[in-house]
């Protein structure tokens, strides 16, 4: 069973900027992971934000982070990061990292990731 921890979340002023790491552990971490983040706003649905195949490196933004954020990997440490950077009010929401076990998914498919973790709180402030 494959274990996903976030952190970095916090309070941060408009214009800010913050990193979120997400530490996987247990199970197998295969190669042939994706890695990916959601996010959920106040009182909406979750919504893809970024994700990264695990070996390959190729990447996928939401177009509404394009060019503000950026995901990344550390194979060695097991952790993916989200470098967030021109932070606005919308991006308030709990940010959750996801791992999901076919290479082949639609990276934005919410529905195609198999592991989840608990979320971390953001709060872009204006």
């Known amino acids: 069973q494959v274990q996903l921890v976030e952190s970095g979340g916090g309070l941060v002023q408009a214009g800010g900027s913050l990193r979120l790491s997400c530490a996987a552990s247990?199970?197998?971490?295969?190669?042939?992971?994706?890695m990916g983040w959601f996010r959920q706003p106040p009182g909406k649905d979750r919504e893809f934000v970024a994700a990264i195949t695990w070996s390959g490196g190729s990447t996928y933004y939401a177009d509404s982070v394009k060019g503000r954020f950026t995901i990344s990997r550390d194979n060695a440490k097991n952790t993916v990061y989200l470098q967030m950077n021109s932070l606005k009010p919308e991006d308030t929401a709990v940010y959750y990292c996801?791992?999901?076990?076919?290479?082949?998914?639609?990276?934005?498919?919410?529905?195609?990731?198999?592991?989840w973790g608990q979320g971390t709180q953001v709060t872009v402030s204006s």
């Open positions: 247990g199970g197998t971490i295969a190669s042939t992971h994706i």
């Open positions: 996801a791992a999901d076990r076919d290479p082949y998914s639609l990276m934005y498919y919410i529905k195609a990731y198999d592991y």
